[in-house]
């Protein structure tokens, strides 16, 4: 198989699709063959010939699936862009935001070694730098060889754990906001347990600011939020389940909406195999606005850059890495909510930078 058909039959793998007429599975079972012949098909030293090809099918390919994968994720307020190598990214201030909040602009540019730089916005754009992150999975090529294992499940293994990182930047940058005294009092609570009217009043805020607002929350801070409904009751008030809630908590586990505005899970993660230590601080929770200009900026620098180290079991680790960037346009049009009330003696809280100034 030459490298053109096999670069092409990996991108429709990698997207996990098929070209008209044929099944995903008859391309899966196409590109085993083509990686086969590629990586095995002669002496002892194929592999070794070889597996740059290999690597760069991974490359030119992520090029496409993991900024796709970023918008999937986080597209309700996330902007992906991705630029060549050396080059800035350059993001143009709306005219409506810049207008209604003249007096009172940041921009919080995180640096993924947790550094984040804060600033006022004096002119009509501004920058995002960016920082390498990177990780690591371990591939079975006999697995990958015998179909076992795929392209796609290879790429959402790379895109999985760079949305993960993502993720927790983004969640590191906002949280940032608590207490901060340039973040007016109105768009943001901490308290010992939840509130349904001080999460209405959040949302109201931040509706002024876009078309509609989102709540975005780890599992455990959607699981304290209990019923939304309250009636009176002879000893004092009990809270009363939505049926829709009801039904949601069945089916999902959590609520998927409250007082119209949908409730998205934040996936929460552990910092290694011990499962003792979480990403994501389970106390707090966001409110950002859906519809208008992104708060949130993610910039992704260069290609993805992959190395291979073999383990002494012959199985081979591939290490990657991405050059990336965050950045946050803080116009006051995003709410948080912290409730003390949650157990969060397992976050694991890394240094937090500079945050607002």
Do not use: C
């Amino acid at each position: 198989m030459d490298n053109k058909t096999l670069f092409q039959l990996a991108n429709y793998a990698a997207k996990g699709i098929a070209p008209a007429g044929y099944e995903v599975d008859t391309v899966n079972s196409a590109l085993a063959d083509g990686l086969r012949e590629l990586l095995n098909d002669g002496d002892i030293y194929t592999f070794a010939e070889n597996k740059y090809t290999f690597f760069r099918i991974i490359t030119q390919n992520a090029a496409e699936v993991v900024p796709a994968r970023l918008t999937n994720l986080l597209g309700t307020f996330a902007e992906v862009v991705r630029i060549g190598q050396g080059e800035k990214a350059s993001f143009k201030v709306s005219s409506k935001l810049r207008n209604r909040n003249r007096a009172k602009r940041f921009i919080t540019r995180v640096g993924l070694a947790g550094v984040y730089e804060s600033f006022r916005l004096d002119n009509d754009r501004y920058d995002v730098s960016t920082d390498a992150i990177g990780g690591a999975i371990s591939v079975d090529y006999e697995r990958l060889l015998d179909g076992a294992d795929t392209l796609a499940d290879l790429m959402e293994a790379v895109t999985d754990g760079l949305a993960e990182k993502v993720t927790v930047e983004i969640h590191k940058a906002l949280k940032s906001a608590i207490g901060n005294a340039s973040v007016p009092a109105n768009n943001q609570v901490v308290q010992a347990g939840f509130e349904p009217n001080k999460m209405v009043s959040l949302i109201n805020t931040v509706k002024a600011y876009g078309n509609s607002a989102v709540i975005f929350a780890p599992p455990e801070f959607i699981g304290a939020m209990g019923a939304d409904a309250i009636i009176p009751i002879a000893s004092g008030v009990q809270g009363v389940y939505h049926p829709d809630d009801i039904d949601a908590i069945h089916k999902t586990g959590y609520i998927k909406i409250f007082r119209g505005a949908p409730v998205v899970e934040i996936p929460q993660s552990f910092v290694d195999e011990k499962n003792d230590k979480v990403w994501i601080d389970p106390q707090t929770a966001y409110v950002l606005p859906s519809g208008g200009d992104k708060i949130v900026k993610i910039v992704l620098e260069g290609d993805l850059h992959v190395r291979d180290d073999e383990n002494r079991d012959w199985s081979t680790e591939i290490n990657f890495y991405q050059k990336m960037g965050i950045g946050i346009l803080t116009y006051h049009n995003w709410g948080i909510y912290q409730n003390t009330e949650i157990d969060n003696a397992n976050y694991f809280e890394e240094a937090s930078g500079l945050g607002f100034y």
